[in-house]
Protein backbone atom coordinates (compact mmCIF):
# COMPACT_ATOMS: atom_id res chain seq x y z
CA UNK A 1 0.00 0.00 0.00
CA UNK A 2 1.09 3.70 -0.82
CA UNK A 3 0.70 6.12 1.03
CA UNK A 4 0.76 10.22 1.16
CA UNK A 5 2.10 12.18 3.99
CA UNK A 6 -0.58 14.74 5.17
CA UNK A 7 0.42 16.04 8.69
CA UNK A 8 2.77 16.17 11.79
CA UNK A 9 1.56 16.07 15.20
CA UNK A 10 3.37 18.88 17.07
CA UNK A 11 1.62 19.53 20.50
CA UNK A 12 -1.76 18.38 21.92
CA UNK A 13 -4.51 20.54 22.16
CA UNK A 14 -6.73 21.08 25.67
CA UNK A 15 -7.12 17.94 27.94
CA UNK A 16 -9.83 15.62 25.64
CA UNK A 17 -7.02 14.36 23.46
CA UNK A 18 -7.05 16.66 20.67
CA UNK A 19 -3.32 17.25 19.15
CA UNK A 20 -2.42 20.22 17.29
CA UNK A 21 -1.30 18.99 13.27
CA UNK A 22 1.01 21.11 11.05
CA UNK A 23 -0.19 20.03 7.40
CA UNK A 24 1.80 19.28 4.77
CA UNK A 25 -0.45 19.46 2.03
CA UNK A 26 -1.30 22.51 -0.07
CA UNK A 27 -4.85 21.99 0.90
CA UNK A 28 -5.16 22.05 4.79
CA UNK A 29 -8.85 21.65 3.99
CA UNK A 30 -8.14 17.93 2.52
CA UNK A 31 -8.85 17.07 6.34
CA UNK A 32 -12.60 17.76 6.12
CA UNK A 33 -12.98 15.08 3.65
CA UNK A 34 -10.76 12.28 5.77
CA UNK A 35 -13.22 9.92 8.04
CA UNK A 36 -9.61 8.45 8.74
CA UNK A 37 -5.94 9.13 8.99
CA UNK A 38 -2.49 6.45 9.49
CA UNK A 39 -0.45 7.02 12.36
CA UNK A 40 3.11 6.44 10.95
CA UNK A 41 1.60 4.78 8.27
CA UNK A 42 0.73 1.63 10.71
CA UNK A 43 -2.10 2.89 13.03
CA UNK A 44 -5.67 3.41 11.68
CA UNK A 45 -7.51 6.62 13.59
CA UNK A 46 -10.65 7.55 12.83
CA UNK A 47 -10.98 11.46 13.01
CA UNK A 48 -13.76 12.24 15.92
CA UNK A 49 -13.43 16.29 15.35
CA UNK A 50 -11.66 18.69 13.10
CA UNK A 51 -11.05 22.47 13.87
CA UNK A 52 -8.51 25.00 12.39
CA UNK A 53 -6.34 26.80 15.31
CA UNK A 54 -4.05 29.83 12.96
CA UNK A 55 -1.91 27.59 10.20
CA UNK A 56 -2.81 24.22 12.24
CA UNK A 57 -5.61 21.80 12.31
CA UNK A 58 -6.52 20.36 15.23
CA UNK A 59 -7.84 16.39 15.64
CA UNK A 60 -9.59 13.99 17.71
CA UNK A 61 -9.72 10.73 16.85
CA UNK A 62 -11.80 8.06 18.46
CA UNK A 63 -10.31 5.65 21.55
CA UNK A 64 -8.20 9.08 22.26
CA UNK A 65 -10.10 11.63 24.18
CA UNK A 66 -7.76 12.56 26.83
CA UNK A 67 -4.66 13.95 26.91
CA UNK A 68 -2.92 11.02 28.16
CA UNK A 69 -3.51 9.21 25.25
CA UNK A 70 -1.57 11.80 22.88
CA UNK A 71 1.26 12.91 24.74
CA UNK A 72 3.02 10.24 23.08
CA UNK A 73 1.99 11.00 19.84
CA UNK A 74 3.87 14.69 19.54
CA UNK A 75 6.21 14.38 16.45
CA UNK A 76 4.25 11.59 14.26
CA UNK A 77 3.81 11.97 10.66
CA UNK A 78 0.09 11.30 9.89
CA UNK A 79 -0.51 9.28 6.03
CA UNK A 80 -3.65 8.80 4.16
CA UNK A 81 -3.81 5.73 1.43
CA UNK A 82 -3.49 5.69 -1.98
CA UNK A 83 -8.01 5.02 -2.23
CA UNK A 84 -8.04 8.70 -0.66
CA UNK A 85 -5.84 10.50 -3.14
CA UNK A 86 -7.65 13.14 -4.57
CA UNK A 87 -7.54 14.36 -8.65
CA UNK A 88 -5.34 17.46 -8.65
CA UNK A 89 -5.11 20.29 -10.41
CA UNK A 90 -3.39 20.14 -14.01
CA UNK A 91 0.55 20.52 -13.08
CA UNK A 92 0.55 19.64 -9.55
CA UNK A 93 1.66 16.33 -8.58
CA UNK A 94 2.03 14.47 -5.29
CA UNK A 95 5.85 14.73 -3.58
CA UNK A 96 5.83 10.96 -3.30
CA UNK A 97 5.37 10.67 -7.17
CA UNK A 98 7.90 13.39 -8.28
CA UNK A 99 10.44 11.47 -5.69
CA UNK A 100 12.63 9.38 -8.27
CA UNK A 101 11.90 10.83 -11.44
CA UNK A 102 15.01 11.37 -13.69
CA UNK A 103 15.85 14.92 -14.37
CA UNK A 104 17.45 15.96 -17.79
CA UNK A 105 18.57 19.21 -19.19
CA UNK A 106 16.69 20.02 -22.64
CA UNK A 107 20.00 19.36 -23.94
CA UNK A 108 19.44 15.64 -22.78
CA UNK A 109 21.91 16.04 -19.87
CA UNK A 110 21.11 13.69 -16.88
CA UNK A 111 21.58 15.33 -14.10
CA UNK A 112 20.39 12.58 -11.46
CA UNK A 113 17.29 12.18 -9.46
CA UNK A 114 14.61 14.09 -7.26
CA UNK A 115 15.88 12.76 -4.02
CA UNK A 116 13.78 15.42 -2.36
CA UNK A 117 11.01 18.40 -2.44
CA UNK A 118 11.58 21.54 -0.06
CA UNK A 119 8.72 23.01 0.69
CA UNK A 120 9.52 27.27 0.57
CA UNK A 121 6.32 28.23 1.31
CA UNK A 122 4.64 29.46 -2.81
CA UNK A 123 6.74 27.54 -4.47
CA UNK A 124 8.84 24.28 -4.21
CA UNK A 125 12.56 23.60 -4.78
CA UNK A 126 13.48 20.14 -6.03
CA UNK A 127 16.95 18.69 -4.57
CA UNK A 128 18.61 16.89 -7.55
CA UNK A 129 20.95 13.61 -6.89
CA UNK A 130 23.40 12.12 -9.73
CA UNK A 131 25.39 9.02 -9.40
CA UNK A 132 28.31 10.83 -7.65
CA UNK A 133 26.41 12.59 -5.08
CA UNK A 134 26.02 15.31 -6.20
CA UNK A 135 23.42 17.81 -5.76
CA UNK A 136 21.78 20.60 -7.37
CA UNK A 137 18.46 22.29 -6.29
CA UNK A 138 15.98 23.71 -9.29
CA UNK A 139 12.93 25.89 -8.06
CA UNK A 140 9.64 24.37 -9.51
CA UNK A 141 8.64 26.90 -11.83
CA UNK A 142 7.34 26.26 -15.47
CA UNK A 143 10.28 28.93 -16.22
CA UNK A 144 12.72 26.34 -15.49
CA UNK A 145 10.99 22.87 -15.85
CA UNK A 146 8.83 22.99 -18.68
CA UNK A 147 8.32 18.95 -18.65
CA UNK A 148 7.71 17.25 -15.60
CA UNK A 149 6.26 13.67 -17.15
CA UNK A 150 4.77 11.32 -14.26
CA UNK A 151 4.31 8.37 -16.51
CA UNK A 152 7.52 8.59 -18.40
CA UNK A 153 9.20 9.43 -14.85
CA UNK A 154 11.07 11.95 -16.44
CA UNK A 155 11.43 15.58 -16.01
CA UNK A 156 13.13 18.00 -18.36
CA UNK A 157 14.83 21.17 -16.74
CA UNK A 158 15.89 24.26 -18.52
CA UNK A 159 18.43 25.74 -16.08
CA UNK A 160 20.01 29.46 -16.31
CA UNK A 161 23.42 30.24 -15.94
CA UNK A 162 25.06 29.15 -12.51
CA UNK A 163 21.71 27.30 -11.45
CA UNK A 164 23.92 23.89 -11.93
Known sequence: MQFLRVGKIVNTHG???????????DYPERFEELQYVYLDKTHKLIIKKLQ?????????????????????????????????????????????????????TIDEVYLGQVKDIIQTGPSEV?????????????PAVKEFMPVIDIEAKKIIVKPIEGMI
Open 52 to 104: YVKNMVVLTFNDYEDINLVEGLKGKQLYIDETQRRELPEDTYYIIDLIGLDVY
Open 126 to 138: YVIRDDKGKEVMI
Open 15 to 25: IRGGVKVIPTT
